[in-house]
């Protein structure tokens, strides 16, 4: 397969991220003029004007070595695997704010949703899935909403649901990411079967999505936050995200902080 030109490849991102010629020349702060001949294949960028390109539109750090290697560069950004040894250090430090967020589940993923780390809270609410979607590498996502995974038990399944599948979205436009295009196809096609009456709205629904899960212990209601590292300069440190979960409601509370601790 023949990969793009480089300069096919830096308009793609700019029309991805919706922005004119004029606007990114802009924000780079270089002539239209030279981004039109970087475009159109007229001017060959320098290695240094592709990473002042790329941080410009955002680009992901593992698309900004794809195209520095396109245009013939070495790639400037390292990708270790989150086992690796020399990785003991963010992992640890992972692991550390999992477990600080305990009795509440939290749990680390990469840019696929695949599950790195956890901390106890998690697998009590895991109760009754099939084994077979926790062997291996486990998608996160995959989990929340397949039959056999915790979708029968999501109390409010649709919204829960198009809350998932919104922000699975938003990530394959900011990434173009194919794998993330597939998985999204996967997840839209699982039924959507929320059994059960309705529960009451929790209150803090006003200003968030809940997640709302039927346990033997009662109904627990969840918000989440998304946490990223700051100056991340390795690819699999930049594309991973901690989940933390909170209580919604008091009875959620309570219920995890008996569970767990």
Known sequence: MTTPAIGTLLRDWRQRRRM???DLALEAEISTRHLSFVETGRAQPSREMLLHLAQALDIPLRERNALLVAAGF????EARAFDAPDMAVAREAVQRVLDGHEPYPALAVDRHWTLLAANRAVMPLLEGVDPSLLNGAVNVLRLSLHPDGLASRIANLPEWREHLLHRLRQQIHASGDATLGELYEELKAYPVDARGPAPAVP??????VPMQLRTNDGLLSF???TTVF????DVTL???ALEAFYPADEATGRIMRAMVL
């Open 223 to 225: 918000f989440s936050t």
């Open 203 to 208: 209150p803090s629904a006003s200003i968030f």
């Open 20 to 22: 004119s010629q004029l």
């Open 74 to 77: 070495a790639p400037r950004f």
């Open 238 to 240: 930049a594309e991973l």
């Open 230 to 233: 700051g100056t991340p300069v």
